[in-house]
């Protein structure tokens, strides 16, 4: 995977969460198999979308939440 | 101690001579002011029948998505120190070995930044501590991370591994179940801390049969320890059992398979085909009775406690795994193994399902097929309740046959 195609993964999932927000909760493995699918012509696999989430959540763009199953969200 | 609150109830559990928890949160309140109102509010939900717990929300330690249990009192106002009232998961180490020092070490931060409270261990094998703020998390797990602890597993990821003493106490482990434990846990780290699977997932390792871990009834892949040679006999012994209780009585006819023999001239006779490895002989004779040397392990899968549908023991996957040939690979052949079951699990699971449900959902000739192993009577964990047999070939010929 490519730093650019890195870069532009970790904003769809952001950005896929942001326009969800109190709308749905995304299970980290929902967006695994969304992004997966979403960029596999960019040859995305499932551990480059689990580290792009491990970034994500490192840097606090984004954190864990729990209700019966965790969710990521983005920080209050 | 000038007690806040009044609690009539509590006091009541707090007679006989037996440990109680109320002592215990009691002597807990003398240093964290908190825990004062935590007793008022378990009085409150003693008297109404209600609990008063909140669960879940977003709380944690930046990076991880597990962990900490957040607990936050639906009663804020009337009970203040108790608003929040998380619980630490702390990975415990294998076999519960601690030195005094280190124990006081984890206590004082329990003291300083939380309840004082600690629960030493809960039943998913951690050390727990309760009642600490949100804005205390990150300083708690800073401070447990310098005395060389990690937090445990909570949320649909990896739980936090656990296991038996095993070889550093107990002789009748038939393989390190310390060591395995801690190389299991080293290896899913970011499975542990970074929840990605349906829900909860949970290793057990007990080194014989007596499953002093109770595996079989709560992990999703539990790994007991078994022996492939025969119980080694010290016939004196035996004859001195026999003079201290009924040898038939309390033993032979107690085997559950019935595989045992014994008369005064021969001596105690087992036909360890039929031998199904339960410990009972082993656990009422220890002088004169111990596993075989070829020791080794049976893995099972699927066990569960009761949550979302009723409770399930587990099902044989291998009967036979070789552990310490394994070891020497760092559990290369185990670690696969789980990557295949988690596919399996990550394809076809549902939300909130179970691995030991899906097998069920979806058959368990299907699973093992799509893992890569192959049948084997061991597996059946019931006989067959539905007379009807599909051979599936002849199913295909008779396709073929109509064109
Ligand atoms: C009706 C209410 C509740 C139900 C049905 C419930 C259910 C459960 C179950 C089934 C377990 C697993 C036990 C096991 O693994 O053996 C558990 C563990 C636990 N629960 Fe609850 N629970 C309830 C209330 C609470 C409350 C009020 C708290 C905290 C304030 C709490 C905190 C915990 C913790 C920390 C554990 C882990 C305990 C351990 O590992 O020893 N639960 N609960
Ligand atoms: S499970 Fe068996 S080997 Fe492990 S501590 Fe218990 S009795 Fe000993
Ligand atoms: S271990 Fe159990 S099955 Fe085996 S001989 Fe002893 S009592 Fe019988």
Known sequence: MTDETKKK????????????????RFKPGDIVKEMEGKFSASGVTKDDVKSAIRELTDSGQLIYGYAGGSFLALPE | MSKKHQTPLLDELKKGKWPSFVREIERAAEKSEM?????????QSYREKVVHWKHGGMVGVKGYGSGIVGRFSDLPEKYPGIKEFHTVRVNQTAGFFYTSDMLRKMVDIGEKHASALFNFHGSTGDIQLLGAKTSELETIFQEYTKLGFDLGGSGSALRTPSCCVGKARCEFANFDSMHMC??????????????????????????????????IARADLSVIGTWKD????????????????????????????????????????????????????????????????????????????????????????????????????????????????WEFWDEYGVS????????????????????????????????????????????????????
């Open chain 2, 352 to 403: 909130r399902e179970r691995i030991g449900e899906l097998i069920q959902r979806v058959g368990v000739g299907n699973f093992i097929e799509s893992i890569g192993l192959e049948p084997l009577p061991e597996m059946v964990a019931n006989p067959r309740g539905n007379p009807f047999v599909l051979y599936e070939e002849y199913v295909e010929a008779d396709e073929e046959q109509k064109g």
């Open chain 2, 35 to 43: 825990t004062d109102d935590l007793l008022g509010q378990v009085e």
């Open chain 1, 9 to 24: 993964l970790e904003e769809a999932i952001v950005s896929l969460i942001k326009e969800y927000t109190n709308k749905k």
């Open chain 2, 182 to 215: 801690d190389g299991i846990t080293q290896a899913f780290q970011d499975e542990m801390h970074r929840p990605v699977f349906n829900y909860k997932f949970k290793f057990k390792f007990s080194a014989c049969g007596n499953d002093c871990t109770a595996s």
């Open chain 2, 230 to 341: 025969d119980i080694r006999i010290d016939q004196e012994a035996v004859k001195d059992y026999g003079k201290k209780f009924n040898l038939h009585q309390y033993v032979i006819d107690k085997c559950p398979t019935k595989c045992m023999s014994y008369s005064d001239e021969g001596g105690l006779k087992i036909e360890n085909s039929n031998c199904s490895r339960c410990m009972h002989c082993i656990n009422t004779m220890p002088k004169a009775l111990r596993p075989g040397t070829k020791g080794g392990a049976t893995i099972l899968i699927g066990a569960k406690a009761p949550m979302v549908s009723g409770p399930r023991l587990s099902m044989v996957l291998v009967p036979f795994y070789d552990v310490e040939e394994d070891a020497k690979n760092d559990y290369a052949w185990f670690k696969d193994l789980i990557s295949k079951i």
